[in-house]
Nanobody, 124 residues
């Protein structure tokens, strides 16, 4: 099972920014669709964004479009989720996920590999 290591969560005020990182093995990074999901208090895990193996195609949830940017850094096998204009509604545990292949899925069950998660808290 692939190992995904997340970092970058923390506490930020409304309107602030954070950048999450997810580092994978080279094999996973070059053969998988990489995604971020989040799980807010009392909520189900929901899709945030994903990028295909080539880095050429990205997909975002409507709730984060225009505020979040997902991109790959091939030099260090890491995907980054740049989060701007954060709101209290973005407060959640954020999870990195990977699925083999090029299809960009937005359902958690379609991802085989998961990180342990990193907490993002947006305060008023």
């Amino acid at each position: 099972q692939a190992q995904l290591v997340e970092s970058g969560g923390g506490l930020v005020q409304v309107g602030g920014s954070l950048r999450l990182s997810c580092t994978a093995s080279a094999r996973t990074f070059t053969t998988s669709t990489m995604a971020w999901f989040r799980e807010g208090p009392g909520k189900e895990r929901e899709f945030v964004a994903a990028v295909d193996w080539s880095g050429g195609t990205t997909q975002y949830a409507d709730s984060v479009k225009g505020r979040f940017t997902l991109y790959k850094d091939n030099s260090n096998n890491t995907v980054y989720l740049q989060m701007n204009a954060l709101t209290p509604g973005d407060t959640a545990a954020y999870y990195c996920a990977a699925r083999y292949g090029t299809y960009i899925a937005d359902i958690p069950l379609q991802y085989e590999n998961w990180g342990r998660g990193t907490q993002v808290t947006v305060s008023l």
